[in-house]
């Protein structure tokens, strides 16, 4: 028997509160102009835990958490039986932010939630989750590779996809080939 | 260096430690199925660790999408898993559509149905051929490339393309279906059946492939949802997960066919479960050719399309398992990041643990039923 989804936007809510740490940014509305100079101001702060339709986005939760949450919700979502879907990450530059989009599937019910959180882009770093999830080696040693974010704890961040002697990160917003 | 003969008579737990090697597979291998290159640690026969490397067909799709616009990233989507196209064009199409509001009408969704399900019997058969070829049976890859002819020369027909087909377009499809393509599908499905049951009788029962595959490399259902692995892999660990029916997409809802599962977790199961997708998909097309509506095969689309900042996903079920785009607009006509999420990559990543104190013609076995497109890994 699996929960449902508002058994499970609640846990995250319940999560979220009985942690001190805020998170950094909340939702994933980008900047009207990603080459603005300013940090955007947070756009009137959306709720960190999202109920989304599942036919306008393909999604049906999306939860908000500080980048030091992320094993917690790995673990929350472990606990009612989802499965990984895929782990990258977004570069906003005009924000001075990376953030760290994490997918999850169940393997039984419908539903799709989406863990988000950010990172400032002079410090990209947060916990690994393959701990919970062995399956995010690798999706997070890719992300390492595209974007140069450290998941801390990882067995072996090394060049995956890139050549074993890259040291750039291509999907940087101010790569240059 | 090489295990002496009654030291490895008996499974890898009692037997006395042996000095191990470093057995280097691919990147050029047959058996790898393209540049996937595996780093065996070996224990005479037995694998103590094999350790997949990859990225040597890298291409950074996920940039290209980046500095083009929506509509010209379309035909990389059909070159990430070169056997199964259809299914990715659906899903970038699909994920665009879905956050443009674009509708699409009744008669190009079937359209996509019936091809996505013959692309997927074509992906099917060359996954079929190249395990046997792999267990050293030449004899059936010549039976699927014969059925697989008939499949690429309708779709050809349509699209112009063979194998990286880019027929769907935002809002419906590159032209209609004519009376050849019509025609020609429902007598492939009419021939079909019947070399199914052949394959069954030729191969499938076959003893030989039997002790091959029954009981090898065990995924059990757990493992696929730690590693996120789908497709036919997670269907022969008993769970019913298949997009078309979780997360129903197009018109799939409206078709009565099954989730073929086989509960044993080894080769065989997941052999099985393809083999049952074929007779499957055969249903599909046909309430889909009967079914076929009249009409449009374009919606309306924007000249200049733009698409309303946020980020939005699309899932189907392509021949390997759940394939995934996650796009991110800021607004602009080009996207800000596509994501693609391919089921070989992590179908691929369990091998390390499922493989562990194999044999290494089993560890090949199991490999070739895990059905890799190494482009599909790569991206």
């Known amino acids: ?177 | 260096m090489i295990a002496q003969p009654e030291t490895i008579s008996t499974g890898s737990s009692s037997r006395t430690p042996q000095e191990t090697f470093v057995l280097n597979l691919g990147p050029q291998h047959p058996a790898a199925h393209g540049v996937l290159r595996v780093l065996m640690t070996m224990d005479g026969e037995w694998i103590t660790k094999a350790e997949p490397i990859i990225g040597y067909i890298h291409r950074m799709h996920e940039k290209m999408g980046e500095n083009r616009t929506w509509a010209k990233f379309l035909p990389n989507t059909s070159r990430i898993d070169y056997l199964s196209a259809m299914h990715y064009t659906h899903a970038y199409v699909g994920a665009v559509e879905r956050a443009a509001k674009i509708e699409v009408p009744a008669r190009a969704e079937y359209v996509r149905v019936i091809t996505s399900e013959l692309n997927r019997i074509s992906s099917h058969l060359v996954w079929w051929g190249a395990l046997l070829l792999d267990l050293g049976g030449f004899t059936p890859i010549l039976y699927a490339f014969e059925d697989r002819e008939k499949l690429l020369d309708l779709l050809e027909g349509l699209c112009g393309a063979r194998l990286t087909y880019c027929y769907y377009r935002f809002g419906g499809l590159y032209n209609d279906v004519d009376d050849d393509f019509l025609n020609g599908t429902r007598k492939f499905v009419k021939e079909m059946r019947p070399r199914l049951k052949m394959y069954r009788a030729l191969v499938t029962d076959n003893i030989i492939l039997r002790k091959r595959m029954t009981g090898i490399g065990p995924i059990s259902a757990e493992m696929c949802r730690k590693y996120g692995a789908t497709g036919p892999v997670i269907r022969g660990a008993g769970v019913a997960y298949d997009v078309r029916k979780v997360e129903p997409y197009s018109v799939y809802p409206q078709f009565d066919f099954k989730i073929p599962t086989y509960p044993e977790c080894d080769s065989m199961a997941r052999y099985l479960v393809r083999m049952d997708e074929i007779e499957q998909s055969l249903r599909i097309i046909e309430q889909a050719l009967d079914g076929l509506p009249a009409g449009p095969f374009m919606g309306k689309v924007p000249r200049v399309l733009k698409l309303p900042a946020g980020d939005y996903c699309y899932a189907v079920e392509a021949a390997r398992g759940r394939f995934m785009v996650r796009i991110v607009s800021d607004g602009k006509d080009t996207p800000y990041r596509v994501k693609l999420r391919t089921p070989s990559f992590s179908n691929l990543s369990l091998y390390e643990e499922a493989s562990r104190g194999m044999i290494l013609p089993d560890a090949l076995a199991m490999m070739g039923s895990l059905d890799l497109v190494i482009p599909d890994i790569d991206r």
């Not at chain 1, 603005?36 to 959306?46: G, I, K, L, M, S």
């Not at chain 1, 306008?56 to 908000?64: H, I, N, Y």
């Open chain 1, 1 to 177: 028997m699996s929960a449902s989804i508002d058994q499970i936007s609640e846990r995250f809510t319940r999560l979220l509160e009985h942690s001190s740490a805020t998170p950094l940014a909340t939702v994933p509305e980008p900047a009207p102009s990603p080459v603005a100079a300013a940090p955007a101001p947070n756009p009137t702060t959306p709720a960190p835990v999202q109920r989304v339709d599942h036919a306008l986005k393909g999604f049906d939760l999306s939860v908000a958490v500080a980048p030091q949450q992320v094993v917690q919700a790995a673990e929350l979502l472990d606990s009612e039986g989802f499965a990984l879907d895929a782990i990258t990450g977004v570069d906003w530059l005009a924000q001075g932010e990376m953030e760290i989009v994490y997918d999850f599937f169940h393997p039984t019910t419908s539903l799709h939630i989406v863990i988000r959180t950010r990172v400032p882009r002079a410090e990209p770093e947060l916990p690994t989750i393959s701990t919970v999830f062995p399956g995010a080696n690798w999706h997070e040693r890719e992300t390492h590779d595209f974007f140069g974010i450290r998941f801390l704890g990882h067995p072996n961040l090394a060049p995956f996809l890139l050549p074993e002697d890259a040291t750039f990160h291509p999907l940087l917003k101010d790569y240059k080939p």
